[in-house]
Nanobody, 117 residues
Framework: QVQLVESGGGLVQPGGSLRLSCAAS????????MGWHRQAPGKQRELVAA???????NYADSVKGRFTISRDNSKNTVNLQMNSLKPEDTAVYYC???????????WGQGTQVTVSS
């Protein structure tokens, strides 16, 4: 099994920054990709950012230029640096890892990010 532990969420004022981290442990092999999704109240879960095993990145249009995803392969961690935060970024953020001979999705428990003055 694979376990994901997220950290770094919290309350921040508009224009502020937060850094989310996700550490994966357990039976991890053949990582295909890692990423972050978010879900705001009353909305569907959406992709925020993703990074492949080769380092290619993909971002939602709403966060381009403000968020940066990175990974540390030696520690099986993925991070999300969030700058210039807006109230509409408020959501529960979930870490995702895709790994295994037959690719499987593993999700973290979620961490709350609230952007408010």
């Amino acid at each position: 099994q694979v376990q994901l532990v997220e950290s770094g969420g919290g309350l921040v004022q508009p224009g502020g920054s937060l850094r989310l981290s996700c550490a994966a442990s357990g039976s991890i092999f053949n990582i295909r990709g890692m990423g972050w999704h978010r879900q705001a109240p009353g909305k569907q879960r959406e992709l925020v950012a993703a990074i492949t095993s080769g380092g290619s990145t993909n971002y939602a249009d709403s966060v381009k230029g403000r968020f940066t995803i990175s990974r540390d392969n030696s520690k099986n961690t993925v991070n999300l640096q969030m700058n210039s935060l807006k109230p509409e970024d408020t959501a529960v953020y979930y870490c995702l890892i895709v790994c295994g001979t037959i690719p499987q999705n593993y999700w973290g428990q979620g961490t709350q990010v609230t952007v408010s003055s």
